[in-house]
C-alpha cells in the first residue's frame, strides 16, 4: 500500500517578476506537485517581507491609536459633566417624530457643534470675535429635549476635537448646582479651604471653560434672588469679556427670564445680564415646541 505522506521533491527554475531566475522547490505530495517557494526569488521575497512586516506594524499602530483616542474621548465626556443618562444622548438617537419644532431645531443644534470652533484661542484671534452663545428656552413645557441637544452638542464637539489637547474644552452644569458648589464653600474648615475651591475658584472655573452650558435657569424659585442675580451676572460679564459662548436652556419665556435674572420696574441697571446673554447669543435663540417625551 502506497504510503499517503511520502513525497519527492524537485528544484525547478522559474523566473520571477523582477526577471531573475531562481530555483523553486517543488514536492510531490500525492500525486500531485506542489510550488512551495513564495513565486519570487529570495530579493524579491525579503522586500515583501518588510513590506509586510511594515504594513503589519502600521495596523497596530492605528488599532493602538483608535482605541487611546476612543480612551480620551470617553473620558472628556465624563469630565465635561455630561450627566450619567446623557452619556450615550447623540444627535443620532433624538426622536425626531415629536410633536413640536424639534426637526427645525435639531439640525440648527448640529451646525452649532460642526462650526464651533476646536482652537478656541486661535479662533478669537484670528476673528477678533466671540462665537454666538446659544438659547434653548420652552416656556412652561418640561421634557422636550433641551438637555438631550445640549449633550449632543457636546458629544459631536469631543467627537470631532478626537481628545486632543488635554484640558477638557466644555463643561456642562446647571444653575441649582453652581449655587449648590459656591454655598457649600459657605461651611468650609480652615483646612477644606486650603485645598478645595472657593467661591471665587468656582467663578473663573465657569467663567474660563471655553465653552460653557448652564441648563435649567430658572427651573428652580429661590428666595435669595440677589444671590442668583450677582452670581449670574458675575459669570456672564466675565464670559462676555473674555468673548467665550455659552448655551443656556430654561422653561421660561424672554419676558420671565428678564424678570428673572434682575429687571426689576424697568431699572436699566437691573437689565444687565439679560443684555449680557441676549448680545452673546447674537439672535441665535430657539424655541423648542411640543409636549414632554419624558416616561414614553
Known amino acids: 500500500m502506497k504510503n499517503p505522506f511520502a513525497y ?11 526577471g531573475k531566475h531562481y530555483g523553486a522547490k517543488w514536492l510531490l505530495i500525492v500525486d500531485e506537485w506542489r510550488d512551495t517557494t513564495s513565486g519570487m526569488c ?5 522586500k515583501w517581507r518588510i513590506g509586510q512586516d511594515k504594513q503589519e506594524s502600521t495596523d497596530k499602530e492605528t488599532e493602538l491609536q483608535l482605541r487611546l483616542t476612543q480612551k480620551r474621548i470617553t473620558f472628556h465626556e465624563q469630565i ?7 452619556q450615550n444622548k447623540t444627535f443620532n438617537n433624538i426622536n425626531s417624530n415629536v410633536k413640536g419644532n424639534m ?7 448640529m451646525r452649532y ?7 478656541y484661542n486661535a479662533y478669537i484671534k484670528s476673528s477678533k470675535k466671540s462665537y454666538p452663545s446659544l438659547l434653548l428656552a420652552s416656556p412652561n413645557i418640561w421634557g422636550v429635549g433641551k438637555t438631550h441637544l445640549i449633550c449632543a452638542i457636546f458629544h459631536r464637539i469631543i467627537d470631532r476635537w478626537q481628545g486632543f489637547p488635554y484640558r477638557c474644552p466644555m463643561l456642562f452644569t446647571t444653575e441649582p448646582d453652581i449655587y449648590l458648589r459656591i454655598q457649600n464653600t459657605y461651611s468650609m474648615s480652615d483646612a477644606e ?14 467663567a474660563n471653560i471655553p465653552l460653557l452650558a448652564i441648563d435649567d435657569i430658572g427651573k428652580q424659585k429661590r428666595s435669595d434672588m440677589k444671590f442668583v442675580q450677582r452670581t449670574l451676572f458675575t459669570i456672564f460679564n466675565k464670559r462676555y469679556d473674555s468673548m467665550k459662548p455659552t448655551i443656556f436652556t430654561t422653561n421660561m419665556n424672554l419676558g420671565q427670564l428678564e424678570r428673572y435674572l434682575g429687571a426689576n420696574d424697568g431699572a436699566e441697571d437691573d437689565r444687565a445680564s439679560f443684555d449680557r446673554l441676549l448680545e452673546m447669543c447674537k439672535g441665535n435663540l430657539w424655541l423648542l415646541e411640543g409636549e414632554s417625551q419624558r416616561g414614553k
Open 80 to 86: 465635561s459633566g455630561i450627566p450619567l443618562y446623557y
Open 193 to 206: 479651604r486650603r485645598t478645595m475651591q472657593s467661591e471665587t475658584d468656582i467663578i473663573n472655573e465657569l
Open 113 to 119: 457643534a460642526d462650526n464651533y470652533p476646536l482652537d
Open 42 to 46: 529570495n530579493d524579491c521575497f525579503a
Open 8 to 18: 519527492s521533491s524537485t528544484i525547478k527554475e522559474q523566473v520571477c517578476k523582477c
Open 103 to 109: 426637526k427645525k431645531v435639531c439640525p440648527e443644534c
